[in-house]
């Protein structure tokens, strides 16, 4: 299952990009926003950082206006790989070679179209593991070594 979210911010992209899963027939939740006031990404950043960091859902796309914001919180959480990518080709090595389980958008940044075209490629693709696991291994043994107040 795939859950989604966005801020204001990100809000036209999301429903665009939903939309596109759907008609893919990909299972996916959408954690809000629903409506376009001003709320805080850091509150739907969250939602969907926490579910994948829990293995409650198999991966995440998030947006906010930039993409940065989002990718700030989401990175916080254990096991998260979120990557912010600017085109198809960044999209594509994000699970290539980063092996993101969460995508982050810039509903500002990029057309729907683009952003549809980066959620295919990210999701076309296939982790290459080999070199690639090994430098994984290395950012999650830095994680638990920050959890353990080693660092
Ligand atoms: C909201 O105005 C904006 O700051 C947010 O969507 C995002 O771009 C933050 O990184």
Known sequence: MLIIASDHGGLEL?????????????????????????????????????????????????????????????????????????????????KEHNNANVLVLGGRVEAADQGIEMVAAWLDSEFEGGRHQRRLDKIAELERAIGAGKI
């Open 14 to 94: 999301k429903e665009a990009v939903k939309t596109y899963l759907k008609k893919r027939q990909v299972d996916v939740r959408d954690l809000g926003t629903n409506g376009s006031e001003s709320v805080d990404y850091p509150d739907f950043g969250e939602k969907v950082a926490r579910a994948v960091s829990l293995g409650e859902a198999d991966a995440g796309i998030l947006i906010c206006g930039t993409g940065i914001g989002m990718s700030i919180v989401a990175n916080k959480f254990p096991g998260v790989r979120a990557a912010l990518a600017h085109d198809e080709f960044t999209a594509r090595m994000a």
